[in-house]
């Protein structure tokens, strides 16, 4: 099966190093300010000249409250003024960009972020979707993957109404842990009444997803009390869910130095949450998709993986990969072919470049002919769990084992370990080995020598 995992403490204790999650190949660590609005313009010209379609991103940045665990990039207030000089910015770069594309480039895929999207009213929610439908191309049928994370905390029926009605299909809903004082510890009070309110209102609107988000190893965490929360989320019947690990690093965000680190569980604890969450979720029916990422079988990220077309970007595992992913507002990323670029993660200076009519790209980069090649090979085991040497030959023109001469002897010894089945001709991950897909897609990071391993969140 595909979603086979094997668990092997042995193997977790060699390979469970700090790496990246890879969204992205190369890694948003290799951006650079040398990357700017035009290189920009330049790809999403042609972007509309080959026709592609879009997916779109869109970063609302604002939270009522602060969790203390957050990494996100973020604006806390509870003044809900604050909002609307962000999103007159935000049109007008929507504007800006949409001026340089096609109008048949389709939207096939939304997503709201952030931040929590539904801090905004439900005015501005209404006005935002408007000008994204003014500007762009966007789907009336229902038939587009339109999503939006929301905090049960900020919304009731009345927005779960008012979402469906401007077309989004989708949701993922922030949890984290249903344990009071586990949310205690990190300021995140959330009933599962609350929870449940909104994924019954979704299904009464019949979106089409439901996603709910889980983090194991947050402080005053113990195995029992998180397989507790697991099995109440599994109860709810969510068709995609995330289990995340919790990487503590509090010299890089403020906010998780509120944690006291004689609160956060051991390395044993960590481990056992996880075994037992992947027990509980393949127990219900739960297909382990990859990264953290369960599904049930129906769902559309399940069958992509079986049909072989699942892919991975920004968003995370995608069946949209083949879309140019363009992204709005505050820190947002944009992959248009082989260009990376972001906008500049300060909100003032975000809005005054758009206030002064210019993009507020910040960084970014354009991938080398090796970037394509590790890129697709990164792709394609961190989705699949396989790899054929031979479609990667013909799609760049290389001997495998030539070009990828300094890894073959770590391949080798993952063989030995048992983490893959290797032969002259294909990877295939075993099922001792899907957990630690992350330390096999990093033998192939042409650039993870040059980074500090503590900026990463490990393997496990």
Aim: hydrophobic share 40%; with cysteine.
């Amino acid at each position: 099966m595909l979603d086979a995992i094997q668990w092997s403490p042995e193997l977790i204790s060699r390979y469970d190093h700090s790496g990246p999650r890879y969204t992205s190949y190369p890694t948003a660590m290799q951006f650079h300010g040398d990357t700017g609005p035009l290189d920009l313009l330049c790809a999403l010209r042609a972007s509309s000249d080959a026709g592609r379609p879009l997916s779109l991103y869109v970063h609302v940045p604002f939270c009522a409250n602060i969790c203390y665990y957050c990494a996100c990039n973020k604006v806390i207030t509870k003044n809900r003024d604050r909002a609307q000089p962000y999103l007159q910015a935000l049109g007008h770069e929507i504007e800006m960009i949409s001026s340089h594309l096609a109008p048949g480039q389709v939207v096939e895929q939304l997503h709201f972020g952030g931040g929590t999207p539904t801090f905004l009213s439900h005015d501005q929610l209404r006005n935002l979707m408007g000008d994204l439908r003014k500007w762009f191309t966007l789907l009336d049928d229902d038939s587009g993957d339109y999503g939006i994370e929301i905090d049960p905390r900020e919304a009731d029926w009345a927005t779960m109404g008012l979402l469906r009605e401007l077309g989004f299909n989708r949701i993922s809903l922030g949890v984290q842990d249903l344990d009071p004082q586990v949310q205690r510890a990190v300021n995140r009070m959330q009933s599962v009444e609350q929870t449940r309110a909104i994924i019954d209102a979704a299904h009464a609107l019949q979106f089409r997803s439901v996603n709910i988000d889980l983090i194991y190893g947050l402080p005053l965490q113990t195995p029992e009390r998180f397989a507790k929360t697991v099995a109440e989320v599994i109860a709810i019947q969510p068709d995609r869910l995330s289990l995340f690990n919790y990487a503590h690093l509090p010299e890089r965000f403020m906010p998780q130095r509120r944690i006291a680190d004689h609160d956060l569980p051991s390395s044993a604890d960590k481990l056992s949450m996880l075994q037992s969450s992947i027990a509980q979720l393949s127990a219900a029916g739960y297909r382990y998709i990859g990264m953290d990422h369960f599904a049930l079988p129906d769902d559309e990220l399940a069958i992509a993986q079986e049909e072989g077309k699942l892919q991975r970007n920004f968003q995370g595992y995608t069946t949209h990969g083949h879309c140019d992913l363009i992204g709005l507002g505050v820190s947002a990323i944009s992959q248009v072919d082989g260009l990376y670029c972001q906008n500049n993660s300060d909100l003032n200076l975000y809005q005054q470049a758009l206030g002064n009519d210019q993009l507020a790209t910040k960084r970014g980069l354009h991938c080398n002919a090796d970037d394509l090649v590790r890129r697709a090979v990164i792709q394609q085991l961190i989705c699949h769990f396989q790899l054929d040497f031979a479609d990667i030959e013909r799609g760049y023109g290389i001997d495998f084992q030539h070009y990828f001469s300094d890894v073959w002897p770590r391949l080798q010894q993952m063989a030995r370990d048992g983490l893959i089945e290797l032969t002259q001709q294909s990877i295939n991950v075993l099922p001792s080995g899907r957990l630690l897909v992350r330390a096999l897609c990093m033998l192939f990071d042409r650039y993870l020598s040059e980074q500090s391993q503590q900026r990463f969140s490990r393997v496990i």
